[in-house]
């Protein structure tokens, strides 16, 4: 059962801003039409045991460590823009709250927060309400897998938001996958580099107001949703099989970061931002 923590809104100086989530529990996914035949047809039940409310008691609490690592899949710790830290990933109000701490610009160091399930996920229809940080560094939902025989990566990236640049603006939801094959003489080269898609979101803006974003991964494609709303399928009939990212065991991960290839000039300075989540549900 959902607690009251949702609806419980404290005056704490550095999250006056945040704005707390009043969605009470059901295990029913927010999708169309067509998703639900797709959930059923597939036999997806909800999973409790990687689904997350979020609704650890007290404040600034640790995720639950049965479900979540505050660290990446891989231990990569960064680049030359930001590294992760455990202690800006936590709890707060109901909902998951990863912080950036940055420098100066863009291009000095960052400190940034992240989480990734415990458990591996292939098929099923995965779901968060969310909302992305003011500012112009991303804060992401998406599933990764590197093979440790070969350093071979696939990714789906279900939203990449960067609300201040043109290509995925406020009003936008950008998807994609990918498969890097690395090599020493061309370095990671990515299999599937057309594939970037940035669907419009038809109310607030993703850093202005509360939206759903969820996955469903079968054995015949991807298929994205926003708000309810499919937006995009990647049908797995459409991509070369070696490079097909959605038949591959991979953790989920949420996390705020900033790209060193990010220009600075087009980063507000804050002193704080925060991605907030006010759930993870999973149906496999």
Sequence with gaps: MKTNLKNIIKSIPVLVAMSVSATSYAATPNVDGEGFWLINNSGFTFDSNV??????PGQWQT??????NRYHPTGWAGNNSFTYTNNLAYTHQGNLVL?????????????TGIVSSKQNLKHGYFEVRAKAANNNIASSFWFFNRNPVN????????YEHFPYVGWNDHKKSKSNIH??????????VDQTPNYSYAATIDNNGVNTGWHTYGVMRTPAG???YVDGKKVRTIWKSAVNA?????????????????????????EPRQER????????????
Excluded: C
């Design 51 to 56: 689904s997350d409310e979020f609704n650890q």
């Design 99 to 111: 912080e950036a701490r940055p420098g100066g610009f863009v291009g000095d160091k960052h400190t």
């Design 242 to 266: 070696a490079d097909y990212p959605g038949d591959v065991d991979m953790p989920v991960i949420l996390d705020i970061l900033v790209y060193d290839w990010q220009a600075g000039d087009n």
């Design 179 to 188: 498969h890097f094959v690395w090599s020493q003489a061309t370095g990671n």
């Design 63 to 68: 995720p639950d460590t049965s479900k979540w």
């Design 151 to 158: 350093g071979e990566q696939y990714e789906i990236d279900v």
């Design 222 to 224: 991807i298929y994205f």
């Design 273 to 284: 931002s925060y991605y907030q989540v006010d759930y993870f549900r999973a149906w496999r």
